[in-house]
């Protein structure tokens, strides 16, 4: 990124938890010969508007494995509940005016679809938080749980976030994937620092916690938050199958060259 003093400073933060319920130590399985979390790091560097990328871990196995790789490191507390509270220890301790949430188990996140989140707030000094979303025409994704839904304003502005298949498409009956409403979330997000410093001191919501979805404590909190769309499709690693499809795509098709 070109930058003069009048830009904001941008910092992208790869959170890299190695305790995984589904896949431990997935953030350092090897994927086309190099860490998971790397694949992440090298896309979100791509990113035209990001000043800097850092990868946070509180594990020494996660340093081990980056460090040859000339990754910029930063070491954080072990008791972390979540990625946000991770990111907003290394917030804390930066000078950025932006912070960047790229997901360590997303190896081909579109360093596009980070400049476009990033932009809302670049272009509105009141937006506090953005996010992204894609269409979604796949009834079986539509209605899969673990596919996140989210639902928004004529102003952009996410309306609300639900694992169930909002909005619910009267009428439509097996067709609901013509209705062109259905949107996937996509799990990156930009905060302006100060909002996620607050942020990660509230106390999870009753909505939140209900959803499992971190993203409704902003809502519930009457925090808007800007969606962009992108065509990015989300692939994210939670097991060791996920690893192998997307080891099978990178086969195909190496984006790291």
């Not at 439509?172 to 409403?181: H, K, N, T, W």
């Not at 690693?237 to 190496?254: G, H, I």
Request: with cysteine; glycine share 6%.
């Amino acid at each position: 990124m070109t930058s003069s003093a009048s830009d904001p400073k941008i910092l992208a933060v790869v959170p890299a938890r190695y305790a995984s319920t589904r896949f431990p130590g997935k953030v350092i399985a090897p994927l086309a010969g190099k860490p998971l979390v790397y694949h992440a790091y090298a896309q979100a560097r791509k990113a035209a508007l990001v000043s800097r990328v850092v990868v946070a871990t509180d594990d020494a196995r996660v340093v081990e494995a980056l460090a040859p790789l000339g990754v910029e490191l930063v070491m954080t507390r072990d008791d972390h509940p979540s990625g946000t509270d991770r990111i907003a220890e290394v917030a804390a301790q930066s000078d950025a005016d932006i912070i960047v949430n790229v997901q360590g188990d997303e190896p081909l996140i579109d360093p596009n679809a980070i400049d476009a989140a990033i932009r809302p707030l670049i272009d509105d000094d009141e937006v506090p938080m953005s996010t992204a979303r894609r269409r979604l025409t796949d009834p079986e994704r539509i209605a899969d749980p673990n596919v996140v839904k989210v639902v928004c304003g004529l102003d952009g502005r996410a309306l609300y976030f639900s694992r169930h298949p909002v909005p619910f498409i009267r009428g439509a009956g097996e067709d609901v994937a013509d209705a062109g409403m259905h949107w996937q979330h996509i799990g990156l997000y930009v905060y302006r620092r100060a909002f996620l410093l607050t942020y990660a001191g509230w106390a999870p919501t009753p909505l939140e916690r209900s959803e499992r979805l971190e993203q409704l404590r902003a809502l519930e909190h009457g925090v808007p938050i800007a969606v962009v769309d992108t065509e990015y499709e989300s692939i994210g690693v939670d097991t060791p199958e996920d690893l192998a499809r997307v080891n099978e795509r990178f086969t195909r098709n190496s984006i790291h060259g």
